[in-house]
T-cell receptor
């Protein structure tokens, strides 16, 4: 199993450019998440998808959109990048059983710089 | 809304010394509790988790954590730190509804030789 994979690993954008961060998991998990990590602030949830076909906003959704393409893939799109979106982005998926929450598995991250 | 506090932003310990990293949460019910470790440039790796039962849980790499309901705490401990333990540590809490995790701000651990 590859676990959770993310592409690209690094990206530099100019203000106003758009891009899509890709995430895929091969663990047959129902729920997937996008976080951003900024120094001293831990990880903050941007969007999540509890199951295929559903998406919901997290703590910091402004400036982002997501697509749950299928059970495996969950992409994050920046339509018009801003310097405030410079961050490290992590995708995660979660194992659930019997309605109970279990641990999240994280991808290696995408380091995004917006100039 | 739930919140997670890690009061220590940076901690430095000597190799071989004991370690305790603090985590406090605010929520009305007992949450699911996690500790993650992040090495530089890497993703997050789960160290241990608490869902129910015995309040002292063992994890990987010799770590353990104790859930104290009366103090709303879930502190991480290790009896003897190794240089390879230098990393950033995150406490997280989750709740059944919504299946989301809330993370603390992290504690960066440095280990002196």
């Amino acid at each position: 199993n590859a676990g959770v994979t993310q592409t690209p690993k690094f990206q530099v954008l100019k203000t106003g450019q758009s891009m899509t961060l890709q995430c895929a998991q091969d663990m047959n998990h129902n729920s997937m998440y996008w976080y951003r990590q900024d120094p001293g602030m831990g990880l903050r949830l941007i969007y999540y998808s509890a199951s295929e076909g559903t998406t919901d906003k997290g703590e910091v959704p402004n400036g982002y959109n997501v697509s749950r393409l299928n059970k495996r893939e969950f992409s994050l799109r920046l339509e018009s990048a801003a310097p405030s979106q410079t961050s490290v982005y992590f995708c995660a998926s979660i194992r659930q059983a019997g309605g109970l929450l279990y641990e999240q598995y994280f991808g290696p991250g995408t380091r995004l710089t917006v100039t | 809304a739930q919140s997670v506090t890690q009061p220590d932003i940076h901690i430095t310990v000597s190799e071989g010394a004991s370690l305790e990293l603090r985590c406090n949460y605010s929520y009305g019910a007992t949450p699911y509790l996690f500790w993650y470790v992040q090495s530089p440039g890497q993703g997050l790796q789960l160290l241990l988790k608490y869902f129910s039962g015995d309040t002292l849980v063992q994890g990987i790499k010799g770590f353990e954590a104790e859930f104290k309901r009366s103090q709303s705490s879930f502190n991480l401990r290790k009896p003897s730190v190794h240089w390879s333990d230098a990393a950033e540590y995150f406490c997280a809490v989750g709740f059944n509804a919504g299946n989301m995790l809330t993370f603390g701000g992290g504690t960066r651990l440095m280990v002196k030789p």
